[in-house]
């Protein structure tokens, strides 16, 4: 495949991701704070946010197998989750964890797990996709071409 | 001095015999305090982008311990790197941002220095309270470069002259002289595409923003600082609103 084919895949893609609501305006941001000096910030802070995810999904499966659940613990973290898959652009699992936090307040433990459920599983979808995403980027610059930006009206 | 054209600021090299080096320029130094790691790194790269040299420290106590205004330990030789503004986050564990205004606004030595507050949730009472503590700004999150090009704006103008200007020549050359902060600000090399916000007449919520017209009550939580609460059409969620969510059109 030449590099035009690539690159056009990339941004079909790309735009795919934010017609179907699993990336917002904020990605958008983080990509024009990558520049030439700072080539890589985008896998960087995705990648942060990948390994922040990952344990924090562990501790609230954790919380909620606990007989008593302490519900200001599981909502902390689902907090923590919701501000971080929000400053990456992660809509779907920002949304998610929105729901989330509702019935943390309201103290459902079932609720909680079908929502625990719901974060993961969306999570997982967008973790798969960046993935996809950032492979298309290095096949791209591995046959020398560069990497589309899309412009987007925000 | 001016006869090379740009800007003083960030030369390095020699003009007429006196060396310019980026220690002597007026960049801006922040310090950020959050608690997630992803917060900061986001936050460290938007303020480098805006030319601001950046100290990102992942709690109030470390943010205390940096400017030496923390009881137990004491760091005297960090009061040099002089800071021009604090970026806190609102709900971190242990000392939330909310304490940490306070405690700087208590302290003789830093009470000048602005603080803004970051925060997810966009509360009303939440920005009323930071705001009446002296805060000067309160950003929603997630932050984004016109919020951080917004706080440049101010501190370019009054506040930062204003601090300045009371420093006096003695201190500056203190600064100068130990200033060896790791943060080298990048040069803003992207071509910016248009942020609309920063086009808006007041970005920035007044400090004491009038109440706008909301169905809901407000719910207070006072015991827990970060418990969930309802969310207000406040000034600046409107302004939020307006500027950036729903699905970009593409």
């Given at each position: 495949m030449e590099v035009g084919q690539m690159q056009r895949r990339l941004v079909d893609y790309t735009k795919s991701l934010f017609m179907e609501g699993f990336l917002d305006s904020q990605f958008l941001q983080l990509q024009q704070l990558q520049d030439e000096n700072n080539p890589d910030f985008v896998v960087e802070v995705v990648s942060l946010f990948f390994e922040d995810s990952e344990k924090l999904l562990n501790e609230l499966t954790r919380a909620l197998d606990q007989?008593?659940?302490?519900f200001k613990k599981v909502d902390a973290h689902v907090h923590q989750l919701k501000g971080s898959s929000s400053s990456i652009g992660a809509q779907r699992v920002k949304n998610a964890c929105i729901a989330f936090r509702n019935f943390c307040e309201e103290q459902n433990t079932e609720a909680c797990m079908r929502c625990l459920q719901q974060v993961k599983q969306e999570y997982y979808l967008v973790k798969n996709k960046l993935e996809t995403m950032f492979r298309l980027e290095q096949q791209i610059v591995a046959a020398g071409g560069s990497i589309p930006i899309i412009e987007m009206s925000s | 001095m001016a006869r090379n054209g740009p800007t003083w600021r960030r030369r390095t090299e020699k003009v007429d015999g006196f060396e310019l080096s980026p220690s002597d320029s007026e960049e801006v130094h922040v310090l950020a305090v959050d608690d997630s790691l992803v917060d900061r790194k986001v936050i460290e790269r938007l303020l480098r982008i805006s030319s601001c040299k950046v100290t990102a420290v992942d709690s109030g106590r470390r943010a205390l311990q940096f400017l030496g205004l923390d009881e137990e330990k004491s760091n005297t030789g960090f009061q040099d790197l002089k800071v021009d503004l604090i970026i806190t986050d609102y709900c971190m564990p242990g000392m939330s941002g909310y304490e940490l205004l306070k405690k700087i606004k208590e302290s003789s030595a830093f009470r000048e220095i602005p603080v803004v507050i970051m925060s997810s949730e966009n509360v009303l009472a939440r920005i009323d309270r930071c705001l009446e503590e002296g805060a000067e700004d309160f950003i929603v999150k997630p932050v984004k470069l016109s919020d951080v090009e917004r706080l440049k704006d101010y501190m370019t103008r009054d506040v930062r002259d204003g601090v300045r200007n009371r420093e006096g020549i003695n201190k500056r050359k203190q600064r100068d002289s130990s200033d060896e902060l790791s943060s080298s600000s990048s040069p803003?090399?992207?071509?910016?595409?248009?942020?609309?916000?920063?086009?808006?007449?007041?970005p920035s919520p007044s400090p004491s923003p009038s109440p706008s017209p909301s169905p809901s009550p407000s719910i207070l939580s006072s015991s827990a600082p970060c418990s969930p609460s309802s969310t207000l059409d406040s000034p600046t969620r409107r302004l939020k609103m307006a500027n950036s969510d729903g699905p970009p059109s593409i």
């Amino acid at each position: 495949m030449e590099v035009g084919q690539m690159q056009r895949r990339l941004v079909d893609y790309t735009k795919s991701l934010f017609m179907e609501g699993f990336l917002d305006s904020q990605f958008l941001q983080l990509q024009q704070l990558q520049d030439e000096n700072n080539p890589d910030f985008v896998v960087e802070v995705v990648s942060l946010f990948f390994e922040d995810s990952e344990k924090l999904l562990n501790e609230l499966t954790r919380a909620l197998d606990q007989t008593n659940v302490e519900f200001k613990k599981v909502d902390a973290h689902v907090h923590q989750l919701k501000g971080s898959s929000s400053s990456i652009g992660a809509q779907r699992v920002k949304n998610a964890c929105i729901a989330f936090r509702n019935f943390c307040e309201e103290q459902n433990t079932e609720a909680c797990m079908r929502c625990l459920q719901q974060v993961k599983q969306e999570y997982y979808l967008v973790k798969n996709k960046l993935e996809t995403m950032f492979r298309l980027e290095q096949q791209i610059v591995a046959a020398g071409g560069s990497i589309p930006i899309i412009e987007m009206s925000s | 001095m001016a006869r090379n054209g740009p800007t003083w600021r960030r030369r390095t090299e020699k003009v007429d015999g006196f060396e310019l080096s980026p220690s002597d320029s007026e960049e801006v130094h922040v310090l950020a305090v959050d608690d997630s790691l992803v917060d900061r790194k986001v936050i460290e790269r938007l303020l480098r982008i805006s030319s601001c040299k950046v100290t990102a420290v992942d709690s109030g106590r470390r943010a205390l311990q940096f400017l030496g205004l923390d009881e137990e330990k004491s760091n005297t030789g960090f009061q040099d790197l002089k800071v021009d503004l604090i970026i806190t986050d609102y709900c971190m564990p242990g000392m939330s941002g909310y304490e940490l205004l306070k405690k700087i606004k208590e302290s003789s030595a830093f009470r000048e220095i602005p603080v803004v507050i970051m925060s997810s949730e966009n509360v009303l009472a939440r920005i009323d309270r930071c705001l009446e503590e002296g805060a000067e700004d309160f950003i929603v999150k997630p932050v984004k470069l016109s919020d951080v090009e917004r706080l440049k704006d101010y501190m370019t103008r009054d506040v930062r002259d204003g601090v300045r200007n009371r420093e006096g020549i003695n201190k500056r050359k203190q600064r100068d002289s130990s200033d060896e902060l790791s943060s080298s600000s990048s040069p803003p090399s992207i071509s910016s595409s248009p942020s609309s916000s920063s086009s808006q007449p007041s970005p920035s919520p007044s400090p004491s923003p009038s109440p706008s017209p909301s169905p809901s009550p407000s719910i207070l939580s006072s015991s827990a600082p970060c418990s969930p609460s309802s969310t207000l059409d406040s000034p600046t969620r409107r302004l939020k609103m307006a500027n950036s969510d729903g699905p970009p059109s593409i």
